[in-house]
Structure formats: structure tokens, C-alpha cells
């Protein structure tokens, strides 16, 4: 402690002056010497009471610095991170370290994850403007609320995607590029705002200015939709390529297979190629997949077959089917490499398995007739009828279509469920499906007359018989029929236009379930006068009066009840 000294008083100072002749008295001697002593002692004290401080500073906790937070935290040392960010963050005056501290606690490094603690200090790092503070906050508001409760200590707080556009519109008004690219996010989809095309534009713009690969990424996309801007191949691509020189990889093949096809840009064969190497190097199992197809074919690159198979078998074993599939293809056909049926169907069932449906028709017609597996007819109608769940479902109909007009199906399955496969044969000029058509709406089958009529009506020569066979499954009670009678009336094709009719067969079609139907016959409806109107009501009255019921035939696409049920 610092120790004070008594000063003299008024009186004796005054018996102590100098002398004006110049000497000094013995009392002005002892003075001096007094205040010598006074001064010695006084720096004495000062010295021991800086040694007590240093003693006391000595045993407290030290200062952290942020320097030594971020060592830290490159250290992976996670649990000096937190408390040192807990002490900045308790000290106050630094937006960053709240921020910071926030963070990890939302993410559990270094302890237990405490949500209302983290959103605590994010709160306060908000109130100072910081924006990756108002960023994360705004993305806990849009978070599924388990996400942001789980193993968190406390109750967490209300969500709103009200506070979330409040939270991006500040950041982003900062500059944010996050901000920015997540509130052109929420105005594209209308969550939380009404959905704005271009606001979401003016946002993403934003972000992609900032460098920002993802917006660029989405605004290219944008270009190309037409979404908050006029369409404009390629300003897509000039932002695609800024995308994908910033590191993103569905950018970077995007831009690939652009420069391979001309796609808003002129044909960029050589420079494709090393777009699709960077995507494939990044391990993006597409791109390594197209490479390595490149390479077994030998376009855009010199013919490779070990490099080709290498990029194939790498995509293949990251899970890619489509590659498995490739690979099944080149051993089934001998591209590039010594076919080998076995090896082929291995593929084909891997791909199979993972339901890639083109690899399930290859390896159905491998059962078929017993290529590189054991022959099994029943493995392989399960495999076509498998297929007809995937994006490869016109191939599987086509094939089943064939089947059926060879007789394979007959005893099978019921003949109605084999009707569109059997179209889908015949369009393809298919004569033993179109065959069986004919035999089946002989028989009076209402999806095939109505099948029937759509082959027939394709051609001048048989487009009355089409006319024909329509009116007869209409008749029948077949709403698929109805609808296409209906508008061949509103069209004037192959009849006469009459607004009636058509109003008439809409309406009937709409009853028994066909949801286009009604669609048309409200479109009809605005054409007519209220007399036309009243004709086709009545009309429609007299179908379901005169019509004798039939059995309920399924029609794949289009439910048919019985017009008893319909009126019920």
C-alpha cells in the first residue's frame, strides 16, 4: 500500500525560512535531512506494494488473447478455445469473441452443446451489427426445431421465419454475402416473404458479386429459367464459369458438359474435357463417370481403355449405379474392352440393386434368355416390373409391350394391366402388340378399344374406324375414351365441332374421375349459349340413365368406377 506523510503546518513553516542573507540555519539542515528520510522510506514502500501486486497478479487466472484462441483452435485444442472465448466474451466490448463463443457452443466444441447459452451470446453479438452473428441466427430460425434443441440445456426459443428475414435483411444490408445468397433463398421459395423472383435475382446478384460461388452457381440458373430476369444462355455461362473457377464442383461439370454441346456457348471440346477432370479429380462420381465413358469411347480424347475403365470402376465404387451400369454396357457390347457376359450381368445388378432402371431392362433381358446368368422368365418380368417405378419406364413398357404381343404374358396377368405396355409396342410398330390389341377390343376390353382408337387415329386411312372404336368404349363407360371424344368434338377433328358433344363427353369423363375433363368442360362451358349449355346437361343426363352398367376394367392411368358408383 501506499504510505502518505504528515506535511508541517502554517506555523511551522513560517519558523522555518531560509535566511535572506543566504546561509542556511541548523534547523533548515535537519529539515533537509528529514525529507531525505521521508523520500527513502516512501520509495520503499512503493516497491514492496508493487511486489505484493505482482505477487497477486501472479496467482490469477492469466489473460487469454484471441491469438491464442485461434493457436488453439489449429491445435484442435477445443477446450482452451471455449474457455478462452468464454472469458473475452464474459469481459464484454468485442462482437467477435461473443460471436465466436456462441458458435461453439451451438456446436458442442470443447463441451456439451448449450443452444440457449449460444443463442444467448449470438443475440448480443447481433445487437452490435455483426453479421455472421445474424447469419447463424437467422439459419437456427429456419432450422428444424429439433436441430436446434437437441442435447441443448434449456428450453430453446420460438421460431420465426419472420425474425430469420429480419435477421438476413440487416446482415445482408452490410454487405453479408451469406446473408445475401440465403435471402434470395427465402424470396425464390416465399418462405417467410411472398415469393419474388426478382428480389431473389437482386440478392443472389448480389452474392455472386461478392465472389461467391454458390450464388454464382444459382444465378446461372436463374439465366437460364428466366427467374427474376430475361433468359440469357449466356450470361448463364459466363456466371457458371465463374462458379467453377471458384472451386464448385456441380458448377464446374455443369460447365463441362455446356462447353461439350455448344449450350450458350460455342463447342469447347478440349476445354470440356478438363472441366470434366476437375470435377472428377474433386471426387464427384458424375464426372468421373463421363470421363471415364469419354476415354472408353475415345471422343473428346484420344481413345484410353485402361483410363477409361480406371474413372469408371472409381465412380462405380463411390456407389454411382449409372457407372456400374456403364461398366455392364462395355463388357455386354465389347466398347473398349473383351465382352464378358458374366462381368456384364455383375454390373447390371449392382446397378440393379441400387434401382437404376436401365440397368434393370439390360439384366431382364440377360434373364430372359439366359446371357451371363441362368435363363429365369420370372426374374425377369420382376425386373421389367421394377423398372416401371424408375425414369426408364417407357423402355420396360415397351419391352413388356412386346411380350404381350408374343403371347409371353397370356395367363400371367390380367389383360387390362398389359394394355398400355401393348400400346406403347404398337406405336412402335409392333404388329404382334398391335395384334393383340385388336383381338382384345374385339372381345369388347374398353382400355383396348380405346388403345386401338389411338393407333387407328394417327392414320388418314383408319382415322373413322378410330372415330369409331372411341364412341364404342365411350358408350362402354371408359372415361379415358370419353375424354379424347370430347376433344376431338371441341377440336373439329376427324367430327364436326359440336360444342354439346364435347361439353356432353366432358362432363361424363369428369364424373368418373377424369380431373383433365372437368378442366375442358369448364373451357367448353365459356363458349356455349345457355340453351347449348342446357342441351349437353341434359345429354349428360340421358348417359347415365340409359347406360347399363358394366364390370369395373382398371385402367392404369385413369380410375374407372362404374357409373352407378359415380352417381352415388
Known sequence: MYRYHAIPDHAEAEKNQVDMSGKTSSWQNALAYRSLVCLVLSLS???????????????????????????????????????????????????????RYGRVLLEGRGGPRDIPAAIKW??????????????????????????????????????????????????AALGGADAQYLLGQLYLTGTGVEKDATSAYTWYLAAANQNMAEAQYTLSQLYDAGLGTAVDPATAVTWLRSAAENGHHPA??????????GDGTDPAPDEALQWYRRAAETGMP?????????????????????????????????????????????YATGLGVTPNDQDAA??????????????????????????????NSETALGLYMGALETSDAGAAALRLGQLAGAGALDGRMAPHRMVPWALAAAVERDAGATSWLERQ????????????????????????????????????GDPAAQLRLGQLYLQGKLVARDYVSAHKWFNIAATLGASE???LRASVGDLMTPEQLAEAQTATRTWFATQEPGPPQTHQSISNPSPDSARE
Request: aromatic fraction near 6%; charged fraction near 25%; avoid cysteine.
Open 252 to 261: 464446374q461439370f455443369r460447365l463441362a458438359v455446356r462447353l461439350k454441346h
Open 517 to 519: 375433363a372437368a378442366r
Open 45 to 99: 514502500s512503493l516497491a514492496a506494494t508493487a511486489n505484493e501486486d505482482r505477487a497477486a497478479d501472479d496467482n490469477a487466472t492469466p489473460r487469454v488473447t484471441m491469438q491464442q484462441i485461434e493457436d488453439a483452435w489449429r491445435k484442435g485444442d477445443f477446450i482452451f478455445a471455449r474457455e478462452g472465448l468464454g472469458q473475452l466474451a464474459a469481459e464484454g466490448g468485442s462482437a467477435v469473441a461473443e460471436y
Open 122 to 171: 449470438l443475440e448480443q453479438a447481433a445487437g452490435r451489427n455483426h453479421v455472421s452473428a445474424m447469419t447463424l441466427l437467422a439459419r437456427l430460425q429456419l432450422s428444424d426445431e429439433t436441430d436446434i434443441t437437441e442435447g441443448g440445456a434449456g428450453t430453446a426459443p420460438e421460431l420465426s421465419e419472420n425474425r430469420a428475414v429480419d435477421l438476413l435483411s440487416r446482415a
Open 346 to 375: 455383375r454390373w447390371y445388378a449392382l446397378a440393379s440393386e441400387r434401382g437404376l432402371g436401365r440397368a434393370m431392362v439390360a439384366l431382364a433381358r440377360f434373364y430372359e434368355t439366359g446371357r451371363g446368368v441362368e435363363q
Open 441 to 476: 377390343a374385339k372381345d369388347g376390353l374398353r382400355p383396348a378399344l380405346t388403345a386401338l382408337a389411338e393407333i387407328y387415329l394417327d392414320d388418314d386411312v383408319t382415322g373413322a374406324q378410330g372415330v369409331k372404336l372411341l364412341e364404342q368404349a365411350a358408350m362402354a
Open 286 to 330: 458424375i464426372a468421373q463417370r463421363e470421363l471415364g465413358m469419354h476415354y472408353l469411347r475415345g471422343d473428346l480424347v484420344d481413345q484410353n481403355v485402361d483410363e477409361g475403365l480406371r474413372w469408371l470402376q472409381t465412380a462405380a465404387e463411390a456407389g454411382d449405379a449409372g457407372a456400374m451400369s456403364n461398366l455392364g454396357f462395355a
